[in-house]
């Protein structure tokens, strides 16, 4: 990209060129041709010199960071990063690469005001570097675990007007194909517009026109300050939910998921609403289960070693050094089993399945650290995983270290998880027979009983009798539901609803749904049988593109059901869906 007096400034200044650098317009033009051939360590050397006499300038502090930033010399990068703020606060490219440095030291909620600030500052002509910036943060969200801003970063990038946004949307697709993102939050609902003739539909709308440009503190301010005029309207709410959740302001995108659960909104939106507070709040809603590892003192390694190799309720797992990145592997990992593992599998019933209660890992002796076995289990494991590894080897335990917290869980996810060990000659047939009838005992028979935080730590069946616990209890089972890849997962829940005095969700007429859309949410209770061919393929291929099994499972009979022959490719993705959905090979086959 050339340079000349009209060319915006490449110091982010918003100005033209010959407005606030015209007297460096031959030297920007000369750096530009010095990155386009890599020649970075002589450009860096020349910025300097140019920088000895022009002191402070935006373009030359903007080359001199990307320089460094390239060369790896990151001291050198923070140092100038510090200057560019300092000297040019308001400036884009300086706060969207302190939002960069700010998301690398783990701030996610202040990395994201700092890209708010730059955005603002920008205004409508975005540099070329924040942009870049905007795709960085959302890899660093996605990589700290922050889904919704990750999300709505990378939708930015789709829409800002620039040459390539291929990069966001291939990285968009794969977060929402990606089991680990659940499914409402897939298809966050776009930012919604005012009402006609309310006398706050012009700020309303701007705010509105802010968040579509990524603006959304902005935004969310502008709402925020019409709420005591607009509380009631459920745009308000579901835009303040979907700009704070950007924003990784969760406990505000809770309370707004929350508010817009109490409005005059369709029940299954309701729902909804109360389900995404509750993936937000998992923690609050489900209680948390740490995971602990306790270290014991051990005399004589090899001694012990022996005795698990020996032991009915004990057995040897691989040992993955990547799994220890930072210290030396254990020598030996062993499962610790609540029985001994039966000879064969052949027609063992889910009773006689022996449980992983919890893992020992064996370390030797290293410098000035004796040798000594860790302990690995969740919390409410721990007593009972504790005593059974006092019953295999408590001739050979030395001390008891202090537990440590290594991990956590949802208290309900781990209530509701199993590690078996089935013996190896169990046949596929009967390994899936014996999921399938635990998946169902769990949904139906554990989970009722669990007493949870949501709940004010009453369980399922006791909530069932509070009317007010309505829509939160409905919410819980639809967050199961789509939790569950089983494919009666839908056909489990509505019993489990019946059960418990919920209502069933309709099945949805078509023809009264967005296909463009609608939530994903309730794709598996579309009428499919209404459905044409177009309609079918737009529903497919959405519920393909998030990787929804229940819904796929549900329309790829359908689709191959059909006799026409117009979109033959349409039932060609239906078998090779199901192809891949499919656990058992012979029918996969």
């Known amino acids: 990209m050339s340079i000349d007096r009209y060319s915006s400034c490449p110091g982010g200044t918003g100005k033209k060129v010959k407005f606030c650098c015209s007297d460096l317009v031959s030297e920007l033009e000369k750096v530009q041709r010095m990155l386009q051939g890599r020649q970075n360590k002589s450009c860096l050397d020349y910025v300097l010199k140019l920088e000895s006499t022009h002191p402070g300038r935006a373009c030359l502090l903007t080359c001199k960071l990307a320089l460094e930033q390239a060369l790896h010399d ?4 923070e140092t100038t990063l510090r200057q560019f703020l300092e000297l040019h606060p308001a400036n884009p ?3 969207a690469e302190s939002a960069i440095g700010t998301a690398k030291a783990g701030d996610a909620p202040r990395a994201l005001l700092f890209m708010q600030k730059a ?5 409508q002509e975005l540099p070329r ?10 890899e660093m969200m996605l990589f700290m675990g922050f889904l919704l801003p990750a999300r709505g970063l990378l939708a930015l990038q789709t829409v800002v ?3 390539d946004p291929q990069g966001a949307v291939e990285l ?3 977060l929402v194909a990606s089991p680990s993102v659940p499914v409402l939050f897939k298809d966050v609902p776009l930012f919604s517009i005012a009402p006609r003739g309310v006398p706050w539909e012009q700020p309303f709308n701007q705010g509105a026109q802010l968040a579509i440009n990524g603006r959304w503190s902005e935004a969310a301010g502008i709402w925020n300050e019409l709420a005591p005029l607009a509380g009631d309207e459920p745009a308000l709410w579901r835009n303040l939910a979907i700009a704070r959740s950007y924003m990784a302001d969760y406990a505000g995108a809770v309370h707004a998921f929350r508010t817009l659960s109490l409005l005059n909104v369709p029940r299954e939106e309701a729902i909804e609403a109360e389900a995404s507070a509750q993936l937000l709040a998992k923690g609050a809603t489900e209680g948390i289960a740490d995971e602990l590892v306790v270290p014991f003192a051990v005399a004589d390694l090899d001694k012990l070693q022996a005795v698990f190799e020996s032991h009915a309720q004990s057995e040897r797992t691989d040992v993955d050094p990547q799994d220890f990145p930072d ?22 019933s889910r009773d006689d399945i022996p449980h992983v209660v919890a893992e020992v890992l064996l370390f030797d002796a290293a410098e000035d650290e004796p040798a000594r076995i860790e302990l690995e289990a969740y919390r409410p494991h721990l007593a009972a995983a504790e005593e059974l590894l006092r019953q295999i080897a408590s001739d050979h335990l030395g001390e008891r270290g202090e537990e440590e917290a290594i991990g956590q869980m949802s208290a309900v996810e781990l209530a509701l998880s199993w590690q078996w060990r089935l013996p190896d000659d169990t046949p596929e047939a009967h390994r899936r027979k014996l999921l399938s009838e635990q998946r169902r005992r769990m949904v139906l028979e554990v989970w009722p009983k669990l007493p949870m935080p949501l709940f004010d730590n009453k369980t399922p069946e006791e909530a069932a009798q509070d009317p007010r616990q309505a829509v939160p209890l409905a919410a819980a089972i639809l967050l199961l539901e789509l939790d569950d890849s089983d494919p009666a997962a839908d056909e489990i829940c509505d019993e489990l609803r019946r059960r418990l005095g919920v209502p069933v969700p309709e099945q949805i007429d078509p023809a009264q749904f967005d296909l463009a859309q609608g939530r994903l949410s309730r794709f598996s209770r579309l009428d499919f049988k209404a459905m044409d061919e177009r309609q079918l ?7 393909v593109a998030a990787q929804y099994e229940t819904a796929i499972r549900r329309m790829a009979p359908e689709i191959l059901a059909r006799e026409s022959n117009a979109f033959p490719e349409l039932q060609l993705a239906a078998h090779q869906s199901l192809a891949r959905l499919e656990d058992d090979l012979e029918q996969a086959q």
């Not at 990151?74 to 990068?77: I, L, P, S, V």
């Not at 570097?129 to 959302?138: D, P, Q």
């Not at 210290?327 to 063992?348: K, V």
């Not at 393929?537 to 519920?543: C, S, T, V």
Request: avoid cysteine; glycine fraction near 8%.
């Open 161 to 163: 007007n620039r040459a």
């Open 119 to 123: 955005l603002q500052s920008a205004g």
């Open 327 to 348: 210290e030396t592997p254990p020598r030996a990992i062993y499962a610790l089993l609540d029985r001994p593992t039966p000879p064969s599998g052949i027609g063992i």
């Open 172 to 174: 968009l697709r794969r």
């Open 129 to 138: 570097e924040v942009f870049s910036a905007i795709g960085r943060l959302a």
């Open 74 to 77: 990151n001291a050198a990068a």
């Open 537 to 543: 393929r737009q529903i497919f291929q959405r519920a």
């Open 93 to 95: 490219i300086a706060l």
